[in-house]
């Protein structure tokens, strides 16, 4: 599995193109503001799209939210929670993935449904990876 992480439109942009590519792990992990209406989450419809027509999934790591605090914590939240929206609106796959160092941050197969439900996943379309 080749995954990579996100953050920057143009790394986004550029993995969700690319046929090799099986997950894109944080795209909303960028420095930007947030728009008046919406979030500034790192996806949209037309990656969306792309990343549908390529078989790319979206990545959901439970640690950024886990080692981040404050305002930090619920803007990563909010834009994972914009991007599962946009996911499930165009059928793209989506991965809840556990990236730690530290074997205490370590979480069960059921803590990580529970985030992907929390996110607004469907129990049925959650997946889970440990990296």
Do not use: W
């Not at 969306?48 to 439970?62: R, T």
């Not at 640690?63 to 994972?80: A, D, F, P, Q, W």
């Amino acid at each position: 599995m080749k995954a990579i992480f996100g953050g920057n439109p143009k790394v986004n942009r550029s993995v969700v193109e690319n046929k090799s590519v099986d997950v894109l792990i944080n795209p909303e992990k960028n420095n930007e503001n947030d728009y008046m209406h919406y979030r500034n989450s790192g996806l949209n419809q037309v990656l969306c799209k792309l990343a549908k027509k390529n078989n790319v999934a979206i990545g959901f790591n439970f640690n950024s939210v886990l080692n981040t605090e404050g305002i930090n914590r619920s803007k990563i939240l909010g834009r994972m929670i914009q991007n599962v929206k946009l996911c499930k609106k165009y059928k793209v796959k989506m991965i809840i993935i556990n990236l730690t160092e530290n074997p205490y941050e370590l979480k069960t197969v059921s803590d990580l449904k529970s985030f992907g439900i929390c996110l607004g996943m469907h129990p049925s379309e959650i997946s889970v990876r440990f990296l």
